[in-house]
């Protein structure tokens, strides 16, 4: 089990790379743990203030890498099917 989370974390850190090397960045891997690091920030903040607001995201290895590729959109649009479609 964790060699498959190690493998999906990374294959998920490459397609970020090479996300901002198409976009253009001149730091790609600064960019890169940037958004990373935004997205978990973004859905750790969520869930914590979900016993306030009623609303949070289930932690699972889906939830962690689209946060982590997507950043706090991701989140956002993680957010927005969890409510509206489930």
Known sequence: MT?????CGA???????FAHYLAGAE???LCALG???LGIGSLLLLNVTGLLTGVSLPLSLLTLG?????????VAL???LNTWIV
Request: net charge positive.
């Open 78 to 80: 993680l957010l927005i």
């Open 3 to 7: 060699l498959t989370v190690a493998i």
């Open 35 to 37: 958004s990373a690091a």
């Open 66 to 74: 689209v946060s982590m590729a997507g950043g706090p959109s991701g």
């Open 11 to 17: 294959s998920i850190f490459v397609a970020l790379v």
């Open 27 to 29: 730091k790609l891997l």
